[in-house]
């Protein structure tokens, strides 16, 4: 596959062309360096749980897909080039990309730094378009990216990028909401599921000092989960396992991807507890008024985080020498991982090597 165009940063990637397609090698042309831009030589990118959704068309409603498609929002690479006015970065440099490119930069959103909700409408890394709202976005199963520098993040402990990459989007997610509820000493935290932003939100959790508590429907996952920073791990299958830790929780975060019951996790919250929902399953859920009204629970949700908050995950993350646990693998290996994903079998997150591509 080739996509024409004449001039710009040629670039070559991964792509599907629809639901069962499966990847091949994609030759496209970026834009070319604007006086704000910057040229990042991508190392690695992380696969979320999302590029599968949105590869597979499953959220046809919100996200439709466009193809072809070339995912991948969990980006750490090096600075090629940089544009006149660019002032954040030099060559050399190692920068990151996350969900998203580009915003209105004028609206309310925009202007607080959460960005994700610009009220025109982000750029989205891939399956979006630019600002212009015509130029397709290509993700990061790809070589190079043309990003501005106000999007790009700055990346700065001496940890290992592969482990980097995810935090781009798995990192963020799950600090962004255990920032906002404020959790930390004292408060027993609950992750249910243990993939990507799970074995993220343990971690973070647990850097924040909380007691973070493992809700798995995999009972393999114990010891790895009491090695991220759980003191506790609950099997999920067995509802009698659950009983016992009725109203103990002060904060749980959902990040499981595919359809499942929410009451179960809302009757664990303590009187005035949270739970903040990140997974994003194809169908609605069904939520019982009485699992929230008895014991004033609420129940949220979280997207990402805008570039600030996305900083200071990462110089948090740097602190802390935190990173993902992560499987690289080759850019010819994208569709064992996404049938491994989808069957809960990854520790805890594949990367592709894009040095290699
Ligand atoms: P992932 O690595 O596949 O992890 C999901 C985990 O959910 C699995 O490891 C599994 O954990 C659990 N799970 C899977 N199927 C299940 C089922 N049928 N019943 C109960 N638990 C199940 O995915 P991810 O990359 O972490 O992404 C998780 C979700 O968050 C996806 O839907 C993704 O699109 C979404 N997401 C949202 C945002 C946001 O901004 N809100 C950002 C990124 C991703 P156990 O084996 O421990 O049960
Ligand atoms: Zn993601």
């Given at each position: 596959?080739?996509?024409?165009?004449?001039?710009?940063?040629?670039?070559?990637?991964?792509?599907?062309?629809?639901?069962?397609a499966?990847?091949?090698?994609?030759?496209f042309?970026?834009?070319?360096?604007?006086?704000?831009?910057?040229l990042?030589d991508?190392?690695?990118?992380?696969?979320?749980?999302?590029?599968?959704?949105?590869?597979?068309?499953?959220?046809?409603?919100?996200?439709?897909?466009?193809?072809?498609?070339?995912?991948?929002?969990?980006?750490?690479?090096?600075?090629?080039?940089?544009?006149?006015?660019?002032?954040?970065?030099?060559?050399?440099?190692?920068?990151?990309?996350?969900?998203?490119?580009?915003?209105?930069?004028?609206?309310?959103?925009?202007?607080?730094?959460?960005?994700?909700?610009?009220q025109?409408?982000?750029?989205?890394?891939?399956?979006?378009?630019?600002?212009?709202?015509?130029?397709?976005?290509?993700?990061?199963?790809?070589?190079?990216?043309?990003?501005?520098?106000?999007?790009?993040?700055k990346?700065?402990?001496?940890?290992?990028?592969?482990?980097?990459?995810?935090?781009?989007?798995?990192?963020?997610?799950t600090?962004?909401?255990?920032?906002?509820?404020?959790?930390?000493?004292?408060?027993?935290?609950?992750v249910?599921?243990?993939?990507?932003?799970?074995?993220?939100?343990?971690?973070?959790?647990?850097?924040?000092?909380?007691?973070?508590?493992?809700?798995?429907?995999?009972?393999?996952?114990?010891?790895?989960?009491k090695?991220?920073?759980?003191?506790?791990?609950i099997?999920?299958?067995?509802?009698?396992?659950?009983?016992?830790?009725?109203?103990?929780?002060?904060?749980?975060?959902?990040t499981?991807?595919?359809?499942?019951?929410?009451?179960?996790?809302?009757?664990?919250?303590?009187?005035?507890?949270?739970?903040?929902?990140?997974?994003?399953?194809?169908?609605?859920?069904?939520?019982?008024a009485?699992?929230?009204?008895?014991?004033?629970?609420?129940?949220?949700?979280?997207?990402?985080?805008?570039?600030?908050?996305?900083?200071?995950?990462?110089?948090?993350?740097?602190?802390?020498?935190?990173?993902?646990?992560v499987?690289?693998?080759?850019?010819?290996?994208?569709?064992?991982?996404?049938?491994?994903?989808?069957?809960?079998d990854?520790?805890?997150?594949?990367?592709?090597?894009?040095?290699?591509?």
């Amino acid at each position: 596959m080739t996509a024409a165009a004449t001039q710009g940063v040629a670039t070559k990637g991964y792509a599907t062309n629809g639901p069962e397609a499966k990847f091949e090698p994609f030759n496209f042309v970026r834009r070319e360096v604007g006086p704000y831009d910057v040229l990042v030589d991508i190392d690695y990118c992380g696969i979320c749980h999302s590029d599968i959704h949105q590869a597979k068309n499953e959220w046809p409603d919100v996200m439709p897909a466009m193809y072809p498609m070339v995912p991948g929002h969990e980006i750490v690479g090096h600075i090629a080039q940089v544009g006149s006015e660019v002032s954040k970065f030099k060559v050399g440099d190692v920068a990151g990309i996350g969900c998203f490119v580009d915003s209105c930069r004028e609206c309310q959103p925009c202007k607080a730094g959460v960005e994700q909700f610009c009220q025109k409408g982000s750029a989205m890394t891939y399956n979006g378009t630019e600002m212009d709202r015509s130029t397709p976005t290509y993700g990061g199963y790809s070589n190079k990216y043309v990003i501005d520098e106000a999007y790009a993040l700055k990346i700065n402990g001496g940890q290992s990028l592969a482990g980097v990459a995810p935090l781009l989007c798995a990192g963020i997610t799950t600090y962004s909401p255990l920032r906002r509820f404020k959790v930390g000493p004292g408060q027993k935290v609950g992750v249910v599921g243990l993939g990507g932003l799970g074995h993220m939100g343990v971690k973070l959790a647990a850097a924040m000092g909380a007691d973070v508590t493992v809700l798995s429907t995999s009972p393999s996952k114990e010891q790895d989960a009491k090695a991220l920073g759980a003191t506790n791990f609950i099997v999920t299958r067995d509802p009698n396992n659950l009983a016992p830790h009725a109203w103990t929780f002060d904060f749980i975060l959902d990040t499981v991807s595919a359809d499942h019951d929410l009451t179960q996790y809302l009757n664990l919250l303590k009187v005035n507890g949270s739970m903040v929902i990140v997974g994003v399953p194809e169908k609605p859920a069904q939520i019982p008024a009485f699992s929230l009204i008895w014991g004033n629970h609420s129940l949220a949700g979280s997207a990402i985080g805008g570039i600030p908050e996305t900083q200071e995950m990462l110089d948090f993350c740097a602190e802390h020498n935190i990173t993902a646990d992560v499987e690289v693998i080759t850019a010819d290996r994208i569709e064992e991982a996404y049938d491994r994903t989808i069957k809960s079998d990854v520790r805890y997150r594949f990367v592709i090597d894009m040095k290699a591509a």
